[in-house]
């Protein structure tokens, strides 16, 4: 009998076979069958037999040295995603429109449980460096997407967050629950959310959500500036413009759905 099944046999079979693809993330992009084997905590033979069914269908490649990578057949999938990659080609014009009115990092990101994930992101040469990338997933408190998103979230999903331990990534940070709720209750009331030097201590973004049909929030925009240059009231006005936009792009209309 398989060693997996005997340790863990409350196991399913599609748990190991998610568990083989989630072994691949930002810092583990490439991975060898051992690898796989012992960050999806599977035996050798396991892993490569699911490996194999999975390279076969074209979700992992293998390159000439033997190192797996994410497969082109997994990007093909993810791009049917209505909060991935159609979002992205709805929202690149008006991330495209922030970015020359600012030439500074513009991000588009959704929210997943309770982290931000982010779907697009631009950024210039001379703009502040941030821990962003597409994909890159963050908690939703630390983030000027993340407030926005968090904010227009229920209230239920608003307070058993702010129930958990808030982590802090700068002195800054917000970790306080009663802090939390009342930067949560401004963002509702301005339409914005800001977000200063919360991840890094050079950094502020600004940010406005994004509403779909129904007028539910979908997303969020938002635009990352040196915290010593910030001018709030300057970019908040092209911030609520691009999520508009945004909004409009995808159906919502204000005149019929408030804001």
Do not use: K
């Amino acid at each position: 009998m398989d060693r997996d099944a005997l340790a863990a046999p409350s196991r399913s079979a599609p748990d190991r076979l998610l568990s083989v693809l989630a072994a691949f993330d930002h810092a583990h992009a490439a991975l060898t069958l051992s690898d796989i084997s012992r960050r999806a905590g599977l035996s050798l033979t396991t892993a490569h037999r699911l490996v194999g069914a999975l390279t076969e269908w074209g979700a992992l490649e293998r390159d000439a040295s033997g190192v797996y990578h994410v497969g082109l057949r997994l990007w093909e999938v993810a791009a049917l995603a209505p909060r991935g990659l159609a979002l992205r080609q709805v929202a690149l014009p008006f991330l495209e429109d922030l970015y020359e009115a600012t030439h500074e990092n513009v991000q588009l990101a959704v929210r997943d449980g309770s982290e931000v994930v982010y779907t697009e992101w631009l950024s210039g040469r001379s703009a502040v460096g941030v821990h962003i990338r597409v994909g890159a997933r963050w908690p939703l408190h630390v983030t000027g997407v993340g407030l926005a998103l968090l904010a227009h979230c229920g209230s239920e999903a608003q307070e058993a967050y702010c129930a958990q331990p808030l982590t802090a990534y700068t002195s800054h940070t917000i970790t306080d629950p009663v802090r939390l709720r009342r930067a949560l209750a401004e963002v509702r009331r301005s339409g914005v959310a800001v977000s200063s030097r919360q991840v890094t201590d050079d950094a502020l973004s600004v940010a406005a959500p994004v509403r779909g049909p129904d007028g539910a929030v979908a997303a969020a925009v938002s635009v990352v500036v040196p915290y010593a240059d910030a001018q709030v009231p300057t970019l908040t006005p092209a911030v609520r413009l691009a999520a508009r936009g945004i909004s409009r792009a995808l159906g919502w209309r204000p005149e019929s759905r408030g804001e």
